[in-house]
């Protein structure tokens, strides 16, 4: 009989608390389009070890010319996605990629999207998240990239101070977790001839002074 209570007075603990998990997982908050792009360079080999990079546009700008400066180095991967961190779905995405292959580096940043959450909910899908990359990759090394500004003329400059807002609050919390922080907002903060005319996305000369420092970084954390 004492089992019997005990059984149950654990299932209820746990039910109470996959019902506060559930409360506190924000409803999604979809943007007007949603997009997903996956792309895994030499698949079919291991030869070198591999490196990821997680984020959105931005970070799928840069990927081109950054894969071009380490490719004698690291297979170089990449996901990105309209998603935030807030929205449950990111992380079945990302799961998807973490389970197939082994990562030396992950190069992650999210902070550009989802401008419907707060910003106490990025705080919590952002620990969220880096406790799924380190649970399912412990002897991956992380890198946090800050997120790049917004000018004022962009469709996005309602939130431009929220950039620097998310960035703070990302910093703060891989500080705790001994993850180097990739300082991309200040490397085109004062560079308008970076932008394209959207005041979002870069132009040919910001992409490859982005994938410069981003090279750099990852091949400092993998020690070459």
């Given at each position: 009989?004492?089992?019997?209570?005990?059984?149950?007075l654990?299932l209820?603990s746990?039910?109470?608390s996959?019902?506060?998990?559930?409360?506190?997982?924000?409803?999604?908050?979809?943007?007007?389009?949603e997009?997903?792009?996956?792309?895994?360079?030499?698949?079919?080999q291991?030869d070198?070890?591999r490196v990821?990079?997680?984020?959105?546009?931005?970070?799928?700008g840069?990927?081109?010319p950054?894969?071009?400066?380490?490719?004698?180095?690291?297979n170089?991967?990449?996901?990105?996605?309209s998603?935030?961190v807030?929205?449950?779905?990111y992380?079945?995405e990302?799961?998807?990629i973490?389970?197939?292959?082994?990562?030396?580096?992950i190069?992650?940043?999210?902070?550009?999207?989802?401008?419907?959450?707060?910003?106490?909910?990025?705080?919590a899908?952002?620990?969220?998240?880096l406790?799924?990359?380190?649970?399912?990759a412990p002897?991956?090394?992380?890198?946090?990239?800050a997120?790049?500004?917004v000018?004022?003329?962009?469709?996005?400059?309602?939130?431009a101070h929220?950039?620097?807002?998310?960035?703070r609050?990302a910093?703060?919390?891989?500080a705790?977790?001994?993850?180097?922080?990739?300082?991309?907002?200040?490397?085109?903060?004062?560079?308008?001839?970076?932008f394209?005319d959207?005041?979002?996305?870069?132009?040919?000369d910001?992409?490859?002074?982005?994938?410069?420092?981003?090279?750099g970084?990852?091949l400092?954390?993998?020690?070459e």
């Amino acid at each position: 009989m004492k089992r019997i209570i005990i059984i149950s007075l654990l299932l209820m603990s746990s039910l109470l608390s996959l019902d506060i998990a559930i409360a506190e997982t924000p409803a999604p908050i979809r943007e007007r389009i949603e997009w997903c792009n996956v792309w895994i360079t030499n698949a079919d080999q291991d030869d070198l070890p591999r490196v990821l990079f997680v984020g959105d546009s931005i970070t799928q700008g840069y990927f081109g010319p950054t894969e071009k400066l380490i490719a004698d180095k690291a297979n170089c991967a990449r996901i990105t996605s309209s998603r935030s961190v807030c929205d449950p779905i990111y992380f079945d995405e990302l799961s998807l990629i973490l389970k197939q292959y082994d990562f030396e580096v992950i190069h992650v940043n999210n902070g550009l999207h989802g401008w419907g959450y707060t910003e106490e909910q990025y705080r919590a899908g952002l620990e969220k998240l880096l406790i799924m990359l380190i649970t399912s990759a412990p002897d991956t090394k992380l890198i946090w990239a800050a997120s790049t500004p917004v000018k004022a003329h962009s469709g996005m400059s309602a939130n431009a101070h929220r950039v620097a807002l998310r960035n703070r609050i990302a910093t703060e919390l891989v500080a705790t977790k001994g993850i180097p922080v990739n300082d991309l907002y200040s490397l085109v903060e004062d560079h308008d001839e970076y932008f394209r005319d959207d005041g979002v996305h870069f132009n040919e000369d910001g992409r490859n002074a982005q994938a410069e420092q981003v090279a750099g970084v990852v091949l400092k954390v993998m020690g070459e």
